[in-house]
């Protein structure tokens, strides 16, 4: 007879107090299925799905990962999820970062059980004729290709592994052709000429070999360890008590994801039938404008309301540096194939989730880019003269 | 397929998670039944369905469960009473509706407000009601306050108040049907009761304004605890008979070479949906009450669209070049209401109570359907028809006189 294993809490970092309004249903379920004649093998952990609305019930045996990259925000929160599964996870990485680092918030017993789990593989994913041996050689069930750009550079996964179960891709929302329907769903028309085509054509090569493929297309992804200036560039200035300056007028739209609810849903299409073969935005429930980000990011972070400057871009010519760190038009996705298909939801509202960022990495403190206020005093300046 | 809905998707008035309804038809069958399917149909009539599209959970295939017998019911010819504006945006809704449901064997009896020979019934969709009396509907005229008297001794299952924006209008319509055993009853509110913010789209739950008048009606209907019970919150609609201009307001600019003034960026976002989907949505709620019941949905298509976006789509289905000049109405001391036909800041709710819940989808296609909204304009002459631009040359001569300075 079965052993059942009881709902498992599936964030390592962060304890979302979590209404379960389904709980008194999955009890008496549980019990009716003591009785059922299910061949689960005694190896196998038989996990209770919860997703919000649908009732599933997965057999998910262990299984040898490999995740490519994994050591700087995605799969670092990916890795963890994996490994406190039971699968066995290797990282494949040049080595340039820590293998394993502490997350804040994490208990010392929580990192070491996890670092003692932990596999590397050690290469330069660039060198495919490496990539191809090694992989070959050590085999692996499935592979979650995060950081890959480049159809190329997953030629040579494919070819070494032959019999991969399923490979997990992370794209891009920024294949989507931008339109003035919005948002962009997963069937909408892509962008050819798009700064990720690599992506696209990733997709397309996954497509034409044949492989069972998954691909996830974030929009913008937060939280602690974002290597991106997304909120951090909102967060620098406000601490320095600066003026916030916004492209045009902040009311484009865009949308921002938290790592930990991306992470999730990489964990739940894994030998999730209904995900093969297809594609699903990844990001949070709602969109917000520039202007409101600016504010949901003092929120978030105990900050007054910021001073917003807005001006032209077509002012300014700020040579090769960035002066905003989002593209200046709306931009955005329905994640509605992803929580209808997969029960997946984001369980980070945008405050709360900006709150996490700060309070478990920025606000601490620690930081990726230095702030570089050089672009806004050439806007401030400019503005200042405008209005003596 | 009537899974629960998400919890944060839940309005105030939270309801039990529903059971699939035994009998029930998949999504995608279920909105094209009426059409195809007798309602005698054995598949119907069998409590012993296939149960392909339960849940896994055991909890609804045991056969001793007795909801079988309630759920059948759902499918039988319903007796419908659509309460219906006699002007605005708004009013085509009910036309759509009728029509759809006679199409799918319902009786329907459209309760038009004021009078059968007001000026008023001289524009669409009331110039058009006969394909209702065609279709074997009744159409009356009347005070939805004496609905009572003016239907006499009908009877109704179902009522739509797609009229009243305020308790004083809605109040003895649903007071009524509440006595007249009616039991489901249907109300069109309106997506602008949204509290704004800076997060969209505005979604089910969300929090709307402690005073608009809708926000009453809802609060009042909910009270009457009818057996089922629905709100829709409805932002514009474009479609044939429709008594508002929509897309025809850019059209006339158009097709006479005028340009075609923009309050703002023109980045705003705005949902325009065809009208057949806000009459597909009510359908659906009218053949699974169980579902629909103490429910929100907005009834929107699931696209918005941007101002500008908008203007580029009628040009592009007119065929013709457009030129757009942004203006701010405040600096010219313009009101946009009277100069725009929307909203001028972000206005967008999306349908998802509607896709969850009802299984629901939308088929609104912007780009195509203007294309026939625009045939229809001409074959009516409106690109030929004498137009005065007062406001439009108002903003022009103020943002001349703007640059010169």
């Known amino acids: 007879m079965a052993k059942l294993v009881a709902v498992q809490q599936l964030q390592p970092c962060h304890h979302v107090p979590r209404v379960s309004p389904g709980s008194s249903l999955l009890h008496s379920s549980l019990s009716e299925f003591n009785g059922t004649a299910l061949n689960i093998s005694v190896q196998k952990k038989r996990k209770v799905w919860q997703p919000k609305g649908a009732l599933q019930v997965k057999a998910s045996s262990a299984k040898k990962i490999l995740i490519m990259g994994g050591t700087r925000f995605i799969g670092v929160f990916l890795s963890r999820l994996l490994v406190k599964d039971g699968h066995q996870v290797t990282l494949f990485t040049r080595g340039k970062a820590p293998i394993t680092q502490q997350l804040p918030g994490e208990s010392d017993q929580e990192y070491a059980e996890f670092s003692s789990k932990i596999l590397h593989l050690k290469g330069d994913r660039q060198d495919f004729e490496f990539v191809k041996t090694s992989l070959a ?65 990733t997709e397309r090569l996954l497509d034409s070999r044949g492989v069972n493929w998954t691909s996830l297309r974030p929009v913008y992804i937060y939280g602690p360890l974002n290597y991106n200036p997304v909120e951090e560039w909102f967060f620098h200035r406000l601490k320095a008590g600066r003026p916030i300056p916004i492209p045009n007028n902040g009311v484009q739209i865009t949308q921002l994801g938290h790592v930990k609810d991306l992470a999730r849903a990489f964990v739940m299409v894994l030998g999730n039938s209904k995900a093969s073969k297809q594609v699903y935005n990844i990001s949070g429930s709602k969109y917000v404008t520039f202007d409101g980000l600016a504010r949901a990011c003092a929120k978030a972070a105990g900050f007054p309301e910021p001073e917003i400057v807005h001006y032209n871009p077509k002012e300014f010519d700020f040579g090769k540096k960035k002066a ?47 702030a570089d206020f050089s672009t806004d005093d050439m806007i401030l300046g400019k503005s200042l003269v405008l209005q003596s | 397929m009537a899974t629960a809905a998400v919890s944060s998707l839940l309005p105030l008035h939270s309801s039990r998670r529903t ?164 039991k489901q009853f249907l109300y069109i509110s309106s997506a602008g009761i949204y509290k704004t913010g800076d997060e969209v789209p505005h979604v089910e739950g969300d929090p709307v304004k402690d ?26 609609m474009t479609g044939s008979g429709n008594n508002k201009d929509c897309e025809e307001w850019f059209f006339d600019r158009i097709v006479r070479n005028r340009p075609v003034p923009i309050p703002g960026s ?140």
Not at chain 2, 220 to 234: G, H, K, M, Q, V
Not at chain 2, 286 to 300: D, H, M, Q, Y
């Open chain 2, 266 to 405: 023109g980045m705003q976002l705005t949902n325009i949906a065809h009208v057949r989907d806000l009459s597909s949505m009510l359908s659906l709620a009218v053949e699974k009450p169980l579902a629909a019941n103490g429910k929100i949905f907005n009834c929107v298509s699931d696209r918005a669209v941007t101002l500008d976006g908008m203007a580029k789509l009628c040009a592009k289905a007119a065929g013709r070049e457009l030129k757009t000049v942004h203006y701010d109405p405040k600096a010219l001391g313009i009101d946009s209401r009277k100069a725009f036909p929307f909203r001028i800041m972000h206005f967008y709710a999306e349908p998802r109570a509607a896709k969850e819940i009802l299984g629901w989808t939308s088929t609104t296609n912007l780009p195509e359907d203007l294309k026939e909204r625009f045939d229809e304009y001409v074959s009516i002459g409106r690109d030929k028809k004498q137009m005065q631009f007062d406001i439009d040359d108002k903003i022009l001569e103020s943002l001349k006189a703007m640059v010169t300075v």
């Open chain 1, 324 to 370: 905003f760190p989002f593209r200046d038009q709306h931009f955005f996705a329905s994640i509605e194939k992803a929580t209808r298909d997969l029960g997946w939801n984001p369980e980070f509202g945008l405050i709360d989730g900006l709150a996490d960022s700060y309070n478990l990495d920025f606000g601490r403190g620690t930081y990726r880019k230095p």
């Open chain 2, 19 to 182: 059971p699939p309804i035994a009998g029930a038809l998949p999504s995608s069958l279920a909105r094209r039944s009426f059409s195809l399917l007798p309602i005698s149909s054995p598949f119907l009539s069998s409590p012993f369905t296939s149960p392909s599209f339960y849940p896994t959970s055991k909890r609804f295939s045991s056969p001793s469960s007795n909801f079988y017998v309630k759920a059948v019911a759902q499918e039988e010819k319903k007796k419908v009473l659509v309460v219906n504006t006699n002007s605005g945006g708004h009013a085509v809704i009910g036309f759509y509706f009728a029509r759809q449901l006679l199409g799918s064997g319902h009786e329907v009896t459209v309760l038009t407000v004021g009078e059968e020979s007001s000026d008023k019934m001289k524009k669409p969709p009331f110039t058009r009601f006969s394909e209702l009396v065609s279709a074997g509907g009744r159409t009356v005229w009347g005070d939805p306050a004496e609905v009572g008297k003016i239907v006499g001794t009908a009877t109704f299952d179902v009522v739509l108040d797609n009229n009243g924006k305020d308790l004083d209008a809605v109040k003895p319509v649903a007071d009524w049907a509440k006595s007249a055993g009616v």
């Open chain 1, 137 to 201: 050689a050590k085999g692996f069930d499935v592979v979650y290709d995060i950081n890959g750009r480049e159809g190329v550079e997953v030629e040579p996964i494919l070819d070494a592994l032959p019999k991969l179960e399923q490979f997990i891709y992370c794209s891009s929302a920024g294949v989507y052709l931008k339109s003035d329907l919005l948002p962009h769903f997963e069937a909408d028309a892509v962008d050819p000429k798009s700064r990720h085509k690599g992506k696209l054509e």
């Open chain 2, 211 to 236: 005073d608009a008048s809708h926000v009453f009606v809802e609060k009042y209907i909910a009270d009457l605890s009818f057996s089922s019970w629905a709100i829709f919150r409805p932002q514009y």
